[in-house]
């Protein structure tokens, strides 16, 4: 028997242990009045508050799988909520580093800048504004790891397919982004500085006030500067963020919302693919972590600006409708350098130069229209939830031909100390590309009976493509697909409800075949089980899910081949994909003073027949833990927090003198801790530490790319609330 299979009993076993004690907490919070059902409780007046409080690790409801709101527990998929305490009790001020402490979710990185996100064996591309698909990052086709968590006041991961909202993506995850907005009435303000390692600083301020005396017009501001060096030599970055949203009540039952976001990164130092891991005698060249490849001139500057405008109106029988416009642009300029080739070991030389300039402009127009609410029908009530979305992108990226480069001598005594090359004054159009999509898509929740739900939709999408590239030709796709969903949730008991759910997957892709063609859409089917649990009155959920996803034409890295432009990777695809696995995870309150999350997910991708490991540089076993208590007594300004995230080991195939060489990574096991002690309620002081253990590790991909992760880092942080 299995490895993976002998986990399932004893993870079982574990969430029934914990479930336990939750129910055993919940009691005993019952008993002393907090329970949901207190024969005692008095009764008072209601009281309505604007927007929703996430003072702990979870959240009472998302509408990010089926564009219903629904609670956690009723949400028939594997769902995660990195709430805003637990982004500023981890200090997680991009998004790489939200994403690289959820559960089930791993990062792999081409270079520097151009950072790819897996879950469940794939990689993920859908992400979202409000719920709303957006194009992924510029540099690479996966959430954009630099963006700024200043913005948002949620990011909720939504792991398995999202077709029924996204239309076409991999069946990896949804990453939506819950933009902050202007809920108070009353003026709020807050600035928070922090100083760390390799010279980091960082100042962030958030500001919210109403604009007329009734309150009825709200504003917001949120702003960011940071800039530092970096564990890799020569590297340094800085980036400032604003952001600005408007909430105007239009009406009693009508609320507009107008906003801006801007963030400029400009790193410089930068890398641009990996470097030679191997001598020209196929032993094995070991760095120091803070090498890189990257000479002194290199930079790689990115700006991305949205402005949106929401619209909701309420009517008096319960529906909503709610309309969602957006214009996105994304602004990239670079100049790169890269090495290829085995350094001799004893003159470290043999390595061939490449050098890269160009700009790329990106634009994404997006509009998303739905009505949702109850409906009434066999003598129950029901919801449902009716849209139409469009989208389009566009990419228009332009290079810049040089000379003759310089052979870079005795690379063994590396600097960075490169002539900078003779680009030319003017650019060439190296490729034009534009995506559209439209869909039709509608979903309800039927209560079939008082403990049984039954959620049913479907997505109509068109997608097209239209690419000219200057190396690859001229390519036209076209893709109509109806994508179903449906999902079954059954009330156990009011604390635990089991789940089933399955839906379609449609992938158009941008991978190619190494004469220039792009590969056929990945399609096939996903299905998950599992149970939930919403303990204490939603302040904790609890899951565990078993998933199985069938694919065909899956993209497989074709290493050591290139498209015909000479630089860009090959694929091929792979019928018959199968990846299986389970997630579990407990987030949220575990008592007024105790916050955590502990998430644990394995999953097995193999090709045709189910036999053959596919993508193994992704670790299989992902373990995500972090916890913060507030001290009782007189210690009660002081909060103590840490955890652990775990890694199974890894392999990969990497280029060597003698054809693809195996690179092995063991599994890693990195501690973090964070201490906060609050002066009064308006300043605190903020201590965060990051793999304490100083652990040297890989990080691994599928194509030929492998650096060190970071050493040991720590951040001071001092936080100010004015109001």
């Known amino acids: 028997m299995s490895h993976r299979h002998r986990a399932f009993p004893r993870l079982s076993l574990l969430f029934l242990g914990l479930s336990v004690a939750f129910s055993t907490a919940h009691a005993q919070d019952a008993a002393h009045g907090k329970g949901d059902g ?73 270079d520097t ?60 995850a949804l990453i939506n982004f819950v933009r902050k907005h202007a809920d108070s009435r ?45 564990y890799l030599d020569r590297y340094s970055n800085a980036k400032n963020v604003f952001y600005g949203v408007v909430d105007a009540d239009l009406g009693d039952r009508t609320v507009l919302s107008v906003g801006y976001d801007y963030q400029k990164t400009k790193p410089k130092g930068v890398t641009w693919g990996t470097y030679p891991v191997f001598y020209d005698d196929g032993g094995f060249l070991s760095w120091p972590r803070s090498f890189t490849s990257a000479a002194n001139w290199t930079f790689w500057n ?17 529906w909503q409708l709610h309309a969602i416009a957006s214009h996105r642009q994304t602004d990239g300029d670079d100049a790169l350098f890269y090495v290829y080739g085995w350094p001799n070991r004893e003159t470290g030389e043999g390595i061939t130069p490449y050098a890269y300039r160009s700009r790329q402009h990106g634009r994404q127009n997006m509009l998303d229209v739905y009505a949702s609410g109850p ?18 992108y566009s990419n228009d990226a332009y290079e810049y031909p040089h000379g003759d480069l310089p052979d870079p001598g005795n690379f063994l005594d590396w600097t960075g100390q490169y002539p900078y090359p003779d680009f030319a004054a003017t650019a060439n159009r190296a490729s034009l590309i534009s995506t559209r999509q439209k869909g039709l898509y509608a979903a309800a929740r039927l209560s079939l009976a008082d403990p049984l739900k039954l959620i049913v939709g479907a997505r109509r999408t068109r997608w097209t493509n239209d690419t000219n590239d200057a190396s690859a030709g001229v390519y036209h796709q076209k893709q109509d697909k109806t994508i179903p969903y449906a999902g079954l949730i059954y009330d156990i008991t009011p604390v635990y409800s089991a789940f089933a759910s399955y839906t379609q997957i449609f992938d158009p892709q941008d991978n190619r075949r190494v004469d220039g063609s792009f590969l056929d859409p990945m399609v096939g089917s996903s299905r998950e089980v599992g149970i939930k649990g919403r303990h204490f009155g939603g302040a904790l959920n609890t899951s565990l899910t078993f998933f199985d996803t069938r694919l065909s034409s899956v993209a497989e890295a074709d290493v050591g081949k290139l498209l015909p432009d000479g630089i860009t990777q090959a694929y091929y695809s792979v019928d018959g ?42 670790p299989r076993t992902l373990v995500r833990t972090f916890t913060t208590y507030r001290l009782p007594g007189q210690l009660a300004g002081l909060t103590l927090g840490g955890g652990v995230n775990w890694q199974g080991p890894s392999h990969t195939l990497v280029d060597g003198p003698n054809g693809p060489q195996r690179v092995d990574q063991s599994s890693v096991f990195l501690v973090t801790a964070m201490a906060r002690y609050a002066f009064d309620d308006r300043a605190s002081l903020q201590i965060n530490g990051e793999n304490l253990l100083n652990r040297k590790y890989f990080v691994l991909d599928n194509y030929s790319n492998l650096y060190y992760a970071p050493g040991a880092t720590y951040t001071v942080s001092f936080n100010y609330k004015f109001f």
């Open 375 to 392: 409906f009434q029908a066999f003598g129950r009530e029901h919801e449902l939830v009716v849209g139409a979305s469009g989208s389009h």
């Open 577 to 618: 994909t199968r990846s299986r696995g389970y997630e579990f995870e407990a987030s949220g309150a575990f008592s007024d003073a105790w916050n955590g999350t502990v998430g644990w997910s394995h999953f097995n991708v193999k090709g045709p027949g189910h036999t053959g490991e596919l993508r193994p540089a992704l």
């Open 186 to 230: 009353t003026p709020q303000a807050e600035a928070t500085v922090s100083y760390g390692s390799w010279n980091t600083k960082r100042a962030e301020f958030d500001i919210a006030s109403p604009l007329n005396a009734s309150g009825s017009i709200r504003g917001r501001m949120v702003g960011v500067h940071e800039d530092g060096d970096s």
């Open 38 to 110: 207190d024969a005692d409780t008095t009764t008072l007046d209601a009281v309505r508050v604007q927007g929703q409080a996430a003072p702990t690790y979870t959240a009472e409801s998302s509408a990010a799988a089926t564009r219903l709101p629904l609670s956690l527990q009723d949400t028939p998929q594997s769902i995660s909520v990195i709430t805003r305490q637990r982004i500023e009790d981890q200090h997680l001020t991009n998004v790489r580093s939200v994403l690289d402490n959820s559960v089930g979710v791993s990062s792999s990185q081409y």
């Open 302 to 318: 990115q700006k991305t600006q949205t402005a949106f405008v929401d619209l909701k109106h309420s009517f008096d029988n319960g």
């Open 113 to 172: 800048e151009r950072v790819v996100f897996w879950s469940r064996g794939f990689q993920i591309e859908n992400v979202a504004n409000d719920g709303v698909p957006v194009a992924p990052g510029l540099n690479a086709s996966s959430a954009d790891a630099t963006l700024d968590t200043a913005l948002y006041d949620r990011i909720e991961v939504v792991r398995g397919a999202s077709g029924l909202l996204s239309g076409a993506g991999s069946p990896a």
